[in-house]
């Protein structure tokens, strides 16, 4: 048995930390990882409050890096010991969109997590966020769904690289493929808008800006690679100076909110492009009419996951990190135990922390 947060209802806020959860052994082609450390995500929040589709009672989390600890028949080319980092969303690689080099859009395993329970409480099927659930203490999740790593590279910073890290990063470098010399705007300098952020300026843009209604949060994105950080309220303003009136090249949104889409869509250029890096809520929408979507020329960008291949796309991140050209641990801001899950999730609700990290087995 292994402690675990169960959330029993969707929009409770009252998570079960429970120390008799079972995890469903790993069949044929999986394998189960002793987690070491589990990032808090603002997509927990979201699967909690019911913005995204989770079938309860499941154990949340999905970001995370740990221990392989048993690996499934056919499995060979990990081990015990293994140092990996959980991919959310494992391709299956045969699939329309993986055979078109799309891995992110294949929804083959993700969706076996709505169907599949990945541990048990007593008699009740328990499901895993995602097909993982990494607010337990070990995981079983498909090969695909580990991706290994060396042992240099800190659970903490393995963990961050699984979702928010790559999200971020990805929707630069691999959705947007911004050039050297870019105008770039970020709007949410959280997690993931941080790492927006810092890929940005490894790409080399010239102009960086953070958008916030948090005034901590743009002394944050400065210490991150912002060149200018605003709140929306000045970021006309601020258009007007940095691009002379232009608009920018790039414009990511990691809020995904209508408000800030529309944002998004009147900060960039014509002919520029608006990236969706956040996960909106399905009720909402966003209005547009056919007029301006063909005469600003404008582009809206999808960027599922940073567009990510994980297996190659990691380790592309950790080389960066290994380089000091992506500030990893500098984003986490607090340690925490699993204990501390229902104060963690409320406090990323409110806005007031960057990232937060279980690192389970800490007293």
């Not at 337990?136 to 590279?153: C, F, L, P, S, Y």
């Not at 291949?309 to 340690?335: F, K, N, Q, T, V």
């Amino acid at each position: 048995m292994v402690r675990a947060a169960v959330l029993q209802t969707v929009g409770d806020e009252k998570i079960e930390i429970r120390d008799d959860v079972i995890v469903i052994p790993p069949g044929p082609g999986e394998v189960r990882i002793q987690v070491r450390a589990a990032g808090v995500c603002h997509s927990d929040l979201s699967a909690r409050d019911g913005v995204l589709p989770q079938p309860v009672p499941a154990v949340l989390g999905h970001e995370a890096a740990g221990d392989v600890v048993e690996v499934g028949d056919g499995v060979e080319d990990l081990a015990v010991g293994d140092r990996v980092i959980v991919n959310w969303l494992p391709s299956c690689g045969s699939c329309s969109f993986c055979l078109r080099g799309e891995p992110y859009l294949c929804m083959a395993h993700v969706l076996l997590g709505y169907v599949q329970p990945r541990f048990m409480v007593g008699d009740t099927p328990v499901f895993g966020m995602a097909g993982t659930g990494a607010f337990a203490e070990e995981v079983v999740v498909h090969r695909q769904g580990a991706v290994k790593i060396g042992d240099d590279v800190p659970y903490e910073v393995g963990a961050l690289i699984g979702c928010g890290v790559m999200t971020g990063v990805g929707a630069v470098i691999n959705t947007a493929d911004v050039r050297p010399g870019a105008k770039v705007a970020v709007i949410g300098c959280g997690g993931v808008g941080l790492a927006a952020i810092q890929g940005a300026r490894v790409a080399g843009a010239a102009v960086i800006v953070g958008v916030d209604t948090a005034a901590a949060k743009l002394d944050v994105a400065r210490r991150f690679g912002a060149t200018h950080a605003v709140t929306p309220n000045g970021l006309s303003d601020l258009s007007t100076e940095v691009t002379g009136g232009e608009g920018f090249d790039y414009v990511f949104d990691v809020v995904a909110a209508p408000q800030t889409l529309r944002s998004a869509w009147v900060a960039a250029r014509r002919g520029g492009a608006v990236v969706v890096v956040g996960a909106g809520r399905a009720d909402v929408h966003v209005d547009f009419s056919p007029f301006e979507l063909l005469f600003e020329g404008k582009r809206i960008l999808s960027s599922m996951y940073g567009s990510a291949h994980p297996h190659r796309d990691y380790g592309r991140l950790l080389d960066l990190w290994r380089a000091g050209r992506l500030d990893l641990e500098g984003m986490i801001s607090h340690r925490l135990r699993l204990d501390d899950l229902p104060d963690a999730l409320a406090a990323l609700g409110r806005g007031d922390v960057i990232r937060q990290v279980i690192v389970h087995g800490t007293e």
